[in-house]
């Protein structure tokens, strides 16, 4: 496509262009809220497709770098899952060195700098959830809804997982702001709510959405370490401490009850659901690599002595 296109104005980065990121980021937050019907509904339509376009262009050149790899995995409900597993070991970002050294190194000030990236870059998983699921099948659908209502507390507020963010923040006494997150973590927020708001992407979502229940579990647990080592209070770790066991319940469930029937029925749904876990992921990774270039300075490659 010509350099002068939406698609190439894009280019080459866009998980690295605060601009982009900070202007959906702005979309997403105002979009997603309740909403009054507008006198003026045509000019609000007409700045909504707008903003559709430019949140299109986004997701299908990101999509794009992982579409040879997606297109790989097998369309046989075992097979997948297996394949589907591995991204544990083989996902972009995984066996990052920035979580050993956050809990063996960081200072409280560099715990309190990661906490409100990661709180301004977080989409609501439990939204997400309930967004991805419509029309979804009957067993992914209850298994999405049993996900949904562990996220929810089991019907009790003080059980919610957002809640329970919101509390370490509070406790570390950070302020997450859109213009002083990086893009990259932006990225990562703006990528979930646009899979999970378009159903042409709904596939994507589920992939999204499943391959965090997969691999969060030893980033959380570092991170937990890390809230440990420098004295945070439990009450306030917990929600790290929570997602470092019971993700790993959630993502057996998902990958039995979610991708298994799914790609059963519908085995050209693989490709979709491998494509939206490979793009969270890198999301993820072009985080990770942000966050040390940020600790460790220059390439981000070597910690400080």
């Known amino acids: 496509m010509p350099d002068g296109t939406l698609m190439g104005r894009l280019r080459p980065h866009p998980h690295h262009d605060h601009a982009l990121q900070a202007k959906l980021a702005q979309w997403n937050r105002a979009r997603l809220a309740p909403q009054i019907p507008q006198t003026d509904w045509r000019t609000a339509f007409a700045n ?6 430019i949140e299109r262009a986004f997701i299908e050149q990101t999509r794009a770098a992982q579409a040879a790899r997606a297109a ?6 075992q097979a997948f899952v ?9 996902g972009p970002g995984q066996g990052d060195a920035l979580f050993p050294w956050l809990a063996e190194r960081a200072t409280l000030e560099e715990m309190r700098w990661f906490v409100e990236q990661e709180a301004a870059g977080e989409a609501g998983f439990d939204d997400l959830v309930a967004m991805a699921q419509v029309k979804m099948p009957t067993q992914a659908k209850l298994e999405l809804a049993r996900n949904y209502w562990d996220e929810m507390g089991r019907g009790n507020a003080k059980g919610m997982h957002g809640p329970m963010l919101d509390a370490l923040v509070r406790a570390l006494k950070v302020t997450p702001q859109i213009e002083t997150t990086l893009a990259p973590s932006l990225a990562l927020g703006n990528t979930m709510a646009a899979l999970a708001t378009n159903r ?3 596939y994507h979502a589920l992939g999204a959405l499943g391959v965090i229940e997969l691999t969060a579990p030893g980033r959380a647990a570092k991170v937990s370490e890390a809230l440990r080592r420098l004295k945070v209070s439990a009450k ?12 790993i319940k959630h993502s057996e469930a998902w990958n039995r009850e979610v991708f298994a029937s799914i790609v059963a029925a519908t085995p050209d749904a693989a490709p979709c659901i491998a494509e939206g876990a490979l793009m969270r992921l890198q999301c993820g990774a072009d985080c990770f690599h942000a966050y040390r270039s940020h600790f460790w300075g220059g390439d981000g490659l070597t910690p400080p002595s």
Not at 72 to 77: D, I, L, M, S, T
Not at 82 to 90: C, D, Q, S, T
Not at 236 to 247: I, N
Request: proline share 6%; net charge negative; glycine share 0%.
């Open 48 to 53: 909504e497709r707008a903003m559709l376009e």
């Open 200 to 202: 042409v992407y709904a």
């Open 236 to 247: 306030a770790r917990h929600y790290f401490d929570l997602h470092a066991v019971l993700d």
């Open 82 to 90: 297996a394949w589907f597993e591995a991204l544990k070991e083989n």
């Open 72 to 77: 790989a995995a097998p369309r046989e409900p």
